[in-house]
């Protein structure tokens, strides 16, 4: 079965970087677009930054143009989200998610932004 397990988040000060991770399995991992989402408290779910299947091209919201870079590693299996001048606004769970018919999400992981 699909399976998208994240690490890497945590407390950060300000203008600090954190980098997330996004284990993938139960599926051909190299042939899907895979993404990053996160939600704030009281806030709807946001997509982050999407990296696509063929080629790995990318694409990012506004608020993180710049600061973050999303990437993967087919061979691995794993996709992972760069984040860098990270700003309080970006505390949130950040989600890892892949649609392949359904819609399958992993546990997320916190982030939090705060001196």
């Known amino acids: 079965q699909v399976q998208l397990v994240e690490s890497g988040g945590g407390l950060v000060q300000p203008g600090g970087s954190l980098r997330l991770s996004c284990a993938a399995s139960?599926?051909?991992?190299?042939?899907?677009?895979m993404n990053w989402y996160r939600q704030a408290p009281g806030k709807e779910r946001e997509l982050v930054a999407a990296i696509f299947a063929s080629g790995g091209s990318t694409s990012y919201a506004d608020s993180v143009k710049g600061r973050f870079t999303i990437s993967r590693d087919n061979a691995k299996n794993t996709v992972y989200l760069q984040m860098n001048s990270l700003k309080p606004d970006d505390t949130a769970m950040y989600y890892c998610?892949?649609?392949?018919?359904?819609?399958?999400w992993g546990q997320g992981t916190r982030v939090t932004v705060s001196s």
């Open positions: 139960g599926f051909t991992f190299r042939a899907y677009r």
């Open positions: 998610h892949t649609a392949i018919f359904l819609d399958y």
